[in-house]
């Protein structure tokens, strides 16, 4: 998945260090709202860290252990998605993603979501997808309910966030609940 049309103002991307400019300057932008719920964004402080994201992400990709995706909203972009971890051997994965507060409210990560689960389900034979989001962060959370993943439970202070441990929650997927669903919640 390098480019994927999900609808005409909505597209994924795989990251190229030409976006690094614009990347950071979301990143910036919306610094005090991801800042919230995100470790990276406190040491995301210039072009030149976004620039070595991308050519690690990048090399994630080639290496086929992770996947990072632009999301592109009418033409412009408002976030990112993809793959963090990628389990060829027991054909597992892990889904990430943020969207700029501007652009919350749209449907918008919930449609990445689908297009996503659908290519990895479809072109890799995934077995099992899964979501994990801080346990105040509702927003994101909502994510994976919405598409119908199972809520397996809270991993209690599993992860460090601005000094203090937090707890995450856990949801998966697994490939044969999502090709039961009906075909419009998996489009």
């Known amino acids: 998945m390098l480019y994927y049309e999900i609808e005409p103002n909505l597209k994924l991307t795989l990251w190229e260090p030409r976006h690094a400019e614009a990347l950071f300057?979301?990143?910036?932008a919306n610094r005090a709202h991801l800042a919230q719920w995100?470790?990276?964004?406190?040491?995301?402080?210039?072009?030149?860290?976004t620039r070595s994201?991308?050519?690690g992400s990048l090399k994630l990709f080639g290496e086929r252990s992770q996947m990072h995706?632009?999301?592109?909203?009418?033409?412009?972009?408002?976030?990112?998605?993809?793959?963090?971890?990628i389990n060829?051997?027991?054909?597992?994965?892990e889904i990430g993603y943020w969207i700029a507060q501007s652009a919350q409210g749209n449907g918008i990560i919930t449609k990445a979501c689908r297009a996503i689960i659908n290519h990895a389900i479809d072109n890799w034979q995934m077995n099992r997808i899964v979501i994990e989001a801080a346990t105040n962060n509702t927003r994101?959370?909502?994510?994976?309910?919405?598409?119908?993943?199972?809520?397996?439970?809270t991993l209690r202070q599993v992860a460090m966030l601005r000094g203090e441990y937090i707890n995450l929650?856990?949801?998966s997927l697994l490939a044969s609940e999502w090709k039961s669903r009906p075909q419009q919640?998996?489009?």
């Open 25 to 28: 300057a979301i990143t910036d």
């Open 53 to 55: 994201f991308i050519k």
């Open 169 to 171: 929650e856990v949801y």
């Open 140 to 153: 994101s959370w909502a994510v994976p309910v919405r598409l119908g993943f199972t809520h397996e439970g």
């Open 88 to 93: 060829w051997t027991n054909r597992d994965c």
């Open 185 to 187: 919640d998996n489009a």
């Open 38 to 49: 995100l470790p990276w964004v406190d040491a995301t402080n210039s072009v030149e860290d």
């Open 69 to 85: 995706l632009a999301i592109w909203y009418n033409e412009e972009i408002a976030g990112a998605i993809g793959f963090n971890r």
